[in-house]
C-alpha cells in the first residue's frame, strides 16, 4: 500500500496504545535501572487516552494528530508528555488539508516531528534519549524513499532503523534527563525513551504500510 | 505589580512553596502566584496545557505587566517552554522562565515581585536566591547551570585573598583580560580560581576569561581568589596589586573608555589615519567579507578539523599581535588592548574545551566555533550590566576574525571606496580600515560606546549607528548621513545630495578657520582679553576641551565624572580625577563644582528622596545640610589635587548666607584633614542660579574669589518655568529681558571686585557671548565644541560694542525682540564672503 488516510493513523494510535499496555511493565523496568519508574503507566495512559478519543466525522490527518498531541502533552505527565506531544503536533503540521497521504507527505512530517523533539529536549545523537532511535530511523525512512519504496517499505526500514538505535544506547552514558543524574551507572542498560519510541515506529509500519 | 507560576511535579510541593514565599510578602501588596503542578492534586507529573493556562491566568492578573515562571526540573521545564508555544504570542514576549532553585527562587521572586520591579529584574533577583545560603554555607556550590570555566568548590584552597572590585564598569571584558593575563604570567603547577562573594558566583577557574567575565562582577562587589601550587603567594600578591590598580581601569588609567575616545588621532600625519572629522559622509554602500554567507566547507576527519582551527587560531593571534602593535603607535595603550583582550579570548581554555566538545562529535571547525561564539555571545547578552552585555560584541568580532580565517576569506583590506554598511562595528576593521577610501560607517546593530564605534570616532571617521533600516539596501546605492541630527538618505535625489554637498563644505570651511584660530586668546578689537573655558564631564572630555583650544575649565560637572558609579569615590580616586582633568588642561585653571544631586539627577551614592517638584527640592548643596561627609571628602580630594595642579571650587544652588558658610566649614574640615594649609591657589565661589543669591549677591559673595552664573538654571528660576518642559517653552527663553537684567545686576552689584564668569548653555552660542560680556561678564565657559567659533565671534568687536548691543538688548521689550537684534548683528559681524554659522 502507498498511502493512508485518517482510519489507518487511528489504527497505529489504538495498535501503539494496545502495544504500550502490553509492555508497560518492561518499559517501567527500563526506567527503574535508570530514572524515576514511570515511563510505562505514564505512556500507557497517554496513548489509552489518545486512543479513545471520539471519532469527528469528516476529520483531517493533521486534525486528529494535533488532538493526539494535546491529549499527550496532558496525560503522560513526565517529560515523554512534552516530547512526544511535541512529536505529533509537529508531525501533524506538513499534513494540514491531506486526507490520504504517501512516503513524500509522511517523510516531510516524520522529519518535522523529529525535529520538534531535538529543538524540545535538545538532544543531541548519543546522549541516551529516544532521539537515538528516532535519529537513524528518519534516515532510513528518506533512504527507503528516495530509493523507490512505498509507505510500507519506507516505514519498515525505519522501524528497523530505529531498533538499532535503541539497542545502540545500551552502553551509553546518560546525558540527558534524569538519568544523566547517574553518570556512569545508567550504562549498561536500554533507555526507554528511545525503546518506546521504536514501538511507535513499528506499530506504524504495520498499521500505516 | 508582576505575577508568579510555579511549575511542579507535585501539587503538594508547590502550595507548600508558594505558602512558605507568601509569608514575605506585605499583607496588601502580594502578588498573585499561580500553581501548574501535578497531574492533579495526587498525580506526580506536569501538565504544558495546565502551564499554560495558569501563565495566561497570571498575565492578566498582572495587567500585562509580565510573568515569571519557577520551576522544579525535568518535565517541568519542557513543559513550561511547551506551554509558551500554547499562550497567546503577545504574552510570551512578557513571560520569564526562571532557572532559579524553586524555593529559594520564589521567596526571593516574591519580594522582589511585591516591590515592584519588573520582569527581567524580579528574575535576577531569583536566581540570586541562593547566594545568601552559599555565602553563609562557606561557599557550596549548587548552581544547576555551570558557569564556562566553572569549577567544583572543594575544601578551602591553602592561600585565598578578597579582591575588591572599584573600576566603575566593574571586571568587564579588558580587566578581565588583564586579571587572566596576570594569573598566566605566573609558573604552571600553580592554579588560581577566583568566586565572586557578592552574588554567590564561581569558582571559576581564573585561566578562563570567559569564566572570569561571567562572574558579573561589578563595581562594589569583592572577589575571592584563591591558589594553590609552588608560588600561590605569588599568584595571589599579584592579583592583589592589580585590584589596588582597579584591574587597569581607574579613571586616568590606562584602560579609560574616554582616553580611547579622545586619542588625537586628528593630529597623526600619516596617510589614511585620520577621517573627514566633519560627522556626515556621502558615498555608495561598501560591505565586508563578513557579511557574506559562509560557505559550507567539505568536514574531514577530527583530526584535521582540530588542526584546521588550531592554524586558525594561530593565524587570527598573530594578526591581533601585529594590530595591537600598529594600534599602540596611533592611538595608545588603551586602544591596543582591544586587541590585547581579544587575544585573550582565543586563549581562553573554557572555549577551547568547547570547541574540541563539538569537534569530537564529528562537527567541522567552522561550524564548531561559529557555535562556541554564538553561545559565548549569548552569555554576555545574558549579563545584567549594559556595559558587559556590549562585550558581546568582541566575542563576536574575534569570532568573525577566526570565521573568516577558517573560511577561507581575504583579510577585508581592500574594501572599495565609499559608505562602510555592517552589522556591528568590528575594533579591529575600524582601526584597519583605510579612512581615505572609507568615508564613513553606518552600522545596523551595536550602541553607540561599542569599542569599534569609540575607535572610528578617535580617528575622525564619521559614525552613524543603529541604522537598521539600511539592512537590505544594495551595495553600491548612494548613501548621505550627518551624524550630529542623525539624519539619513537613502539613493537621496540631486537637491539633497546638493545640499548635503554644502553641508560638508560649511564644516569643513569651519572647522579649517576653527583649527586655525583655536589655540589663540579671544581679545577684542579694543584689546580686552575674554578666557575662553570649557564644560567638562570627564578625563576625556577634558583632552577634546585642551585641544578645541579652550583656556582652563569653567565647570566640571562632578556628578557626572562619577555618574556611573554605585558607591561613593573614594578620596584618593576623585584627586586623581582632578589630577587628570587639571593635567589636561594645563596651565589654564580647573573649576570644580561640587556635588550637584538631587530629585531631578538622583546618584546611587547620595540618598535623595523623590519630590514633587524636584528643581524646587534638595538640589546642589542644600543635599548636605544634614551630613555633609561626602561633600568633605570630595573638597578633601580637591584640597588633595590643589597641592600639585591649578584648581578652584564653587558650590551649587546656594540660596542663604547659610549655604556659603555650610560650604566654608566644610571646606575648612576638609584642610585640616589634609594636615597641611589650604593650598595658595585654591580660589573658592559659588554658582549663582537662584534669585535671592542673585539680589543678595554682595553679601553671599563676602570673602570668596568669584562667581558663576548657571545661566540654564537662573533662567528657570526667573522665569518659573521649567527647563525641558515643551509646555512652557514660550516662557523659558533665557533671552528674556528680565533674565539679562538680572545678568547685569549681578556684575554691576561687584563691581568688578570678583570675576563674573557665565557657564550655562548662553555662553556656548556664539551669537551671545558678546551680549554677556557687555552684561558685564568677564569669562565664558562653553562645551568644548563651541570654544573655538566662540573664540572667533569675540574677536569680531570691540568691549564698546558690546556694551551697546547690551543696553539695546535691556531696551527690548521680548526675547523675539532681542534675538531679531542679535540675528541683525550677526549678519552685520561677518567678514565678506564668509560663511554663516
Known amino acids: ?209 | 505589580m508582576i505575577s508568579l507560576v510555579v511549575v511542579s511535579h507535585s501539587h503538594a510541593l508547590a502550595e507548600a512553596a508558594v505558602t512558605l514565599a507568601m509569608e514575605m510578602a506585605p499583607p496588601d501588596g502580594a502578588p498573585h502566584v499561580g500553581i501548574a503542578a501535578g497531574l492533579d492534586e495526587r498525580t506526580i507529573g506536569t501538565d504544558a496545557a495546565a502551564v499554560a493556562e495558569a501563565i495566561s491566568a497570571a498575565d492578566e492578573a498582572s495587567g500585562g505587566e509580565g510573568v515569571v515562571v519557577l520551576l522544579d526540573l525535568g518535565s517541568a521545564v519542557l513543559s513550561a517552554e511547551m506551554a509558551l508555544e500554547l499562550v497567546d504570542p503577545e504574552v510570551v514576549g512578557r513571560v520569564v522562565l526562571s532557572p532559579a532553585p524553586l524555593v529559594e527562587g520564589l521567596v526571593a521572586a516574591v519580594v522582589a515581585a511585591a516591590a515592584g520591579l519588573d520582569a527581567a529584574a524580579v528574575a535576577r533577583e531569583a536566581e540570586s536566591g541562593l547566594g545568601a545560603k552559599r555565602t553563609h554555607l562557606g561557599g557550596e556550590e549548587v548552581r544547576t547551570e555551570a558557569l564556562p570555566g566553572q569549577l567544583t568548590a572543594d575544601e578551602p584552597w591553602p592561600h585565598a585573598v578578597e579582591l575588591p572590585v572599584v573600576a566603575e564598569h566593574g571586571l568587564h571584558a579588558r580587566p578581565a583580560a588583564r586579571l587572566v593575563a596576570r594569573v598566566a604570567d605566573v609558573a604552571p603547577g600553580t592554579e588560581v580560581r577566583v568566586r565572586n562573594l557578592t552574588v554567590g558566583r564561581g569558582p571559576v577557574d581564573a585561566l578562563s576569561l570567559s569564566g572570569v567575565a561571567t562572574l558579573d562582577a561589578q563595581q562594589g562587589h569583592v572577589l575571592l581568589a584563591e591558589a594553590r601550587g609552588p608560588l600561590a603567594e605569588d599568584a595571589l600578591e599579584g592579583l592583589v596589586r592589580l585590584a589596588e590598580e582597579g584591574f587597569g581601569d581607574l579613571p586616568g588609567g590606562t584602560g579609560d573608555q574616554l582616553a580611547v575616545a579622545s586619542a588625537p588621532v586628528a593630529l597623526v600625519d600619516e596617510p589614511g589615519v585620520a577621517g573627514s572629522g566633519l560627522e556626515a559622509a556621502v558615498g555608495p554602500v561598501v560591505r565586508t567579507a563578513a557579511e557574506l554567507d559562509l560557505p559550507d566547507i567539505p568536514v574531514e576527519d577530527t583530526g584535521t578539523e582540530h588542526r584546521r582551527w588550531m592554524e586558525a587560531v594561530h593565524s587570527a593571534v598573530a594578526r591581533l599581535g601585529e594590530l595591537a602593535a600598529t594600534t599602540r603607535g596611533r592611538l595608545g595603550a588603551g586602544a591596543a588592548e582591544v586587541f590585547e583582550a581579544h587575544a585573550a579570548l582565543l586563549r581562553d581554555p573554557a572555549l577551547t574545551a568547547a570547541v574540541e566538545r563539538r569537534l569530537g562529535t564529528g562537527l567541522g571547525a567552522l561550524r564548531a566555533w561559529q557555535q562556541v561564539v554564538e553561545e559565548a555571545a549569548a552569555r554576555f547578552e545574558g549579563l545584567a550590566d549594559p556595559y558587559q552585555r556590549e562585550r558581546a560584541q568582541d566575542v563576536r568580532s574575534v569570532g568573525d576574525r577566526v570565521l573568516r580565517i577558517l573560511a577561507g576569506l581575504e583579510d577585508p583590506d581592500d574594501l572599495g571606496e565609499g559608505i562602510l554598511v555592517v552589522d556591528e562595528l568590528d575594533p579591529a576593521l575600524a582601526i584597519s580600515l583605510d579612512a581615505r577610501a572609507v568615508r564613513g560607517v553606518i552600522t545596523l546593530r551595536g550602541g553607540a560606546t561599542g569599542h569599534g564605534v569609540l575607535v572610528a570616532a578617535a580617528r575622525g571617521v564619521p559614525v552613524l549607528t543603529g541604522a537598521e533600516r539600511l539592512q537590505g539596501v544594495a551595495t553600491g546605492t548612494v548613501v548621505a548621513f550627518d551624524a550630529r541630527s542623525g539624519r539619513l538618505e537613502v539613493d537621496p535625489p540631486a537637491e539633497v545630495l546638493a545640499e548635503f554637498e554644502r553641508l560638508l563644505e560649511r564644516r569643513g570651511e569651519a572647522r579649517r578657520r576653527a583649527m586655525v584660530a583655536a589655540h589663540d586668546p579671544a581679545v577684542t578689537t579694543d584689546g580686552v582679553a575674554v578666557p575662553v573655558r570649557a564644560n567638562v564631564t570627564s578625563v576625556g572630555t577634558a583632552r577634546l576641551a585642551a585641544e578645541a583650544g579652550a583656556e582652563g575649565c569653567g565647570l566640571v560637572r562632578t556628578e557626572a565624572l562619577f555618574g556611573q558609579h554605585r558607591q561613593a569615590p573614594t578620596v584618593a580616586e576623585q584627586a586623581r580625577a582632578f589630577a587628570s582633568i587639571a593635567e589636561a588642561l594645563a596651565p589654564h585653571p580647573v573649576t570644580l563644582r561640587t556635588w550637584d544631586v538631587g530629585g531631578d539627577k538622583p546618584l546611587p551614592f547620595i540618598p535623595s528622596r523623590e519630590e514633587a517638584n524636584p528643581f524646587l527640592g534638595v538640589r546642589g548643596i542644600r543635599a548636605f545640610r544634614t551630613d555633609r561627609t561626602l561633600l568633605v571628602d570630595q573638597l578633601e580630594a580637591a584640597c588633595r589635587a590643589a597641592q600639585e595642579h591649578r584648581l578652584q571650587v564653587m558650590f551649587p544652588m546656594v540660596t542663604t548666607r547659610e549655604d556659603v558658610e555650610l560650604g566654608l566649614e566644610a571646606l575648612d574640615e576638609a584642610v585640616r584633614r589634609t594636615g597641611t594649609p589650604r593650598p595658595a591657589g585654591l580660589r573658592v565661589g559659588i554658582m549663582v542660579e537662584v534669585p535671592a543669591a542673585a539680589l543678595r549677591v554682595g553679601d553671599l559673595a563676602r570673602g570668596l574669589d568669584f562667581v558663576s552664573i548657571g545661566s540654564n538654571d537662573l533662567s528657570q528660576y526667573v522665569l518659573a518655568a521649567e527647563r525641558g518642559s515643551a509646555a512652557v517653552g514660550p516662557w523659558a527663553d533665557p533671552l528674556e529681558p528680565a533674565v539679562l537684567q538680572m545678568v547685569r545686576d549681578v556684575c554691576q552689584a561687584l563691581d568688578g571686585s570678583l570675576s563674573v564668569s557665565v557657564c550655562g548653555s548662553m555662553a556656548a552660542d556664539p551669537d551671545v557671548a558678546g551680549l554677556l560680556v557687555g552684561l558685564g561678564a568677564a569669562e565664558l565657559s562653553a562645551s568644548p565644541a563651541s570654544v573655538a567659533a566662540v573664540k572667533e565671534r569675540l574677536r569680531a568687536g570691540s568691549l564698546a560694542d558690546y556694551r551697546a548691543l547690551a543696553d539695546a538688548a535691556l531696551g527690548c521689550g521680548s526675547a523675539r525682540e532681542v534675538r531679531a537684534l542679535l540675528e541683525a548683528r550677526a549678519v552685520s559681524a561677518l567678514p565678506a564672503g564668509g560663511t554663516a554659522r
Open chain 1, 1 to 209: 500500500m502507498t498511502v493512508a488516510d485518517v482510519s489507518q493513523f487511528r489504527a497505529w494510535i489504538a495498535d501503539t496504545s494496545a502495544m504500550l499496555t502490553e509492555q508497560a511493565e518492561h518499559l517501567t523496568d527500563l526506567d527503574r535501572a535508570i530514572g524515576d519508574g514511570d515511563h510505562g503507566t505514564n505512556m500507557a495512559r497517554g496513548f489509552a487516552a489518545c486512543a479513545a478519543l471520539p471519532d469527528a466525522d469528516g476529520e483531517g490527518i493533521d486534525a486528529y494528530l494535533k488532538k493526539v498531541g494535546m491529549t499527550l502533552v496532558s496525560q503522560v505527565g513526565g517529560a515523554s508528555g512534552p516530547l512526544y506531544g511535541t512529536f505529533f503536533l509537529r508531525f501533524a503540521a506538513p499534513l494540514a488539508g491531506a486526507t490520504s497521504v504517501g512516503p513524500t507527505e509522511v517523510a516531510q512530517a516524520l522529519r518535522a516531528g523529529v525535529d520538534g523533539v531535538v529543538a524540545r529536549g535538545k538532544a543531541e545523537v548519543g546522549d541516551k534519549t529516544m532521539y537515538d532511535a528516532l535519529a537513524p530511523a528518519v534516515r532510513a525512512f528518506d533512504g527507503a524513499a528516495s530509493g523507490g519504496a512505498d509507505l510500507a517499505g519506507c516505514l519498515e526500514a525505519a522501524a528497523v532503523a530505529a531498533a538499532g538505535g535503541r539497542d545502540s544506547t545500551e552502553p551509553l552514558v546518560a546525558r540527558k534527563g534524569r538519568a544523566s543524574y547517574l553518570g556512569e551507572r545508567s550504562a549498561g542498560h536500554l533507555d526507554p525513551g528511545a525503546t518506546s519510541a521504536t514501538m511507535l515506529l513499528e506499530s506504524a509500519a504495520r498499521s500505516l504500510g
